[in-house]
């Protein structure tokens, strides 16, 4: 197969679980209604009361998971586009055109974050350590298979967000939302089941570093796979990635060193002047002319933070275009940002600075703090009742009303605790996972008796 006929193959139309050839039933494509189908999702709009790093309460101008997927989507779109439009002149693609390979780019990483639990960047250790510490989760965990307990013990939220969106979202289709192949695979950052991933961690495979699918989606991952072409490493196992999926990681990486960097500057963690010295690395040797004839320190930052990502979308693109064959044949597994050798040490700079300056700010400490109290109290609570429920005959009156509280999506039928442990492990997970901030908090305050709802 010639690389042309590749990308024809990686861009596949094809839904999960509907099968159908992707044409065209109004003015917009396949992959333009895969962003709509995701926006409009209910999980897409739960992220706007998920913390991205500082808590929505402490600013109305910080970002949250919402407004961060939206920026990373555009940067992707731009990012898809530039490849795209090389991709369609080389080989001749008469059957693609560049706006494709951006709507594939945009709703990959629209979606990224989609699968994150509450409580910014600790959610997914709060929810690892709770699997690897609790009393209630080793007796859990002791009734699954190695790979269903690494699911949990590596809790991660990019195979969180597969199950989102190939399962939890329109359950009652076989595949979910049924998105394309090509933006599940762009999506798919990670195509590695949890018991493949990279041990020791010095292992430098970055489509290994994490994984990107449970046991439960795995066949969704190989359909997937197979409809795309991606070339598979461990049978069943691992595979590398779909090509696309490294533009929508630099998005994403591209938006958090800059715009956390912004937000720290704009809730004053990082001082104006460094911010801009930074910011200026990033875009070249000295600031831009322009920058004299705005007045606001705000806005001077605002103005360097579209150079500078503008820069690196450009950059970034032509590094992959660089890679291209490698890519493809599975040659190139490191991130893009990573390999911009001239950028490097800026980039590097500035992620210490955040970690410093940002991460360490005591509004996020305080957040990331709480994520383990009430995620890993969540968990204690409500994976002992399904469990005393669904194995004794006469459970305790405090699990009956405990799963009484849960959703019918997260049993079984007849809300009863599904049979089966790993299903109701992982459902009480997608429970507590999909949660937003606000409404964690406020369930675990009303169950801890801290607060009672009022009449």
């Known amino acids: 197969m010639g690389q042309g006929e590749k990308w024809?193959?990686?861009?596949?139309?094809?839904?999960l679980g509907a099968g159908d050839s992707g044409e065209q039933i109004d003015a917009r494509s396949a992959f333009q209604r895969d962003f709509?189908?995701?926006?409009?999702?209910?999980?897409?709009?739960?992220?706007?009361?998920?913390?991205?790093?500082?808590?929505?309460?402490?600013?109305?101008?910080?970002?949250?998971?919402?407004?961060?997927?939206?920026?990373?989507?555009c940067v992707g779109r731009s990012l898809g586009t530039i490849v795209g439009t090389e991709m369609v002149k080389k080989y001749q693609l008469e059957e693609l055109d560049?706006?494709?390979?951006?709507?594939?780019?945009?709703?990959?990483?629209l979606?990224?974050?989609?699968?994150?639990?509450?409580?910014?960047?600790?959610?997914?250790?709060?929810?690892?350590?709770?699997?690897?510490?609790?009393?209630?989760?080793?007796?859990?965990?002791?009734?699954?298979?190695?790979q269903q307990k690494q699911d949990f013990l590596k809790f991660e939220g990019n195979a969180q967000g597969f199950r989102v969106l190939t399962r939890l979202q329109s359950p009652d289709n076989v595949g979910g939302m049924q998105l394309t192949n090509a933006v599940l695979g762009a999506f798919t950052k990670y195509p590695c089941a949890s018991h493949q991933t990279n041990d020791p961690p010095e292992d430098t495979r970055i489509s290994a570093k994490k994984h990107g699918f449970f046991a439960a989606e795995q066949t969704y991952y190989q359909s997937v796979a197979t409809t795309t072409g991606v070339i598979e490493k461990i049978k069943d196992a691992y595979w590398k990635r779909h090509p696309?999926?490294?533009?929508?990681?630099?998005?994403?990486?591209?938006?958090?060193?800059?715009?956390?960097?912004e937000d720290g500057f704009r809730l004053g963690h990082v001082d104006f002047k460094t911010t801009q010295e930074f910011l200026v690395q990033l875009i070249?040797?000295?600031?831009?002319?322009?920058?004299?004839?705005?007045?606001?320190?705000?806005?001077?930052?605002?103005?360097?933070?579209?150079?500078?990502?503008?820069?690196l979308i450009f950059e970034a693109a032509e590094?992959?275009?660089k890679h291209e064959s490698k890519i493809l044949l599975g040659q190139f597994d490191s991130e893009l940002i990573a390999n911009l050798s001239d950028k490097q040490s800026a980039l590097e700079d500035i992620k210490k600075l955040s970690r410093k300056k940002v991460y360490s700010a005591r509004p996020v400490l305080e957040v990331e703090a709480a994520g383990f109290e009430v995620l890993g109290g969540m968990l204690d609570m409500f994976v002992e009742a399904v469990n005393e429920v669904a194995q004794k005959d006469r459970p305790h009156p405090r699990s009956?009303?405990?799963?009484?509280?849960?959703?019918?999506?997260?049993?079984?039928?007849?809300?009863?605790?599904?049979?089966?442990?790993?299903?109701?492990?992982?459902?009480?997970?997608?429970?507590?996972?999909?949660?937003?901030?606000?409404?964690?908090?406020?369930?675990?305050?009303?169950?801890?008796?801290?607060?009672?709802?009022?009449?």
């Open 244 to 261: 696309l999926a490294f533009l929508v990681e630099a998005a994403d990486d591209i938006c958090y060193r800059i715009i956390d960097l």
């Open 111 to 146: 979606a990224h974050d989609i699968g994150n639990p509450p409580f910014g960047h600790s959610g997914e250790d709060a929810i690892q350590h709770w699997f690897q510490t609790s009393a209630v989760a080793i007796e859990a965990l002791s009734e699954l298979n190695h």
């Open 284 to 311: 070249g040797d000295k600031a831009p002319e322009r920058l004299s004839c705005i007045t606001g320190e705000k806005e001077k930052i605002e103005y360097l933070r579209a150079k500078a990502i503008n820069t």
């Open 8 to 15: 024809c193959q990686l861009m596949s139309a094809r839904r």
């Open 98 to 109: 560049p706006s494709d390979f951006g709507a594939v780019v945009a709703a990959g990483a």
């Open 400 to 455: 009956k009303k405990l799963i009484q509280l849960m959703p019918p999506q997260f049993l079984g039928e007849d809300g009863k605790p599904d049979p089966d442990p790993y299903a109701r492990l992982i459902k009480v997970t997608d429970f507590v996972c999909g949660m937003t901030d606000g409404f964690a908090v406020s369930t675990f305050k009303k169950i801890r008796g801290i607060s009672l709802p009022h009449s």
């Open 36 to 73: 709509d189908r995701i926006v409009f999702s209910s999980a897409f709009r739960r992220l706007q009361d998920k913390t991205q790093v500082f808590p929505l309460a402490e600013s109305d101008y910080v970002r949250t998971r919402l407004t961060h997927s939206i920026e990373v989507s």
């Open 319 to 321: 590094l992959f275009l």
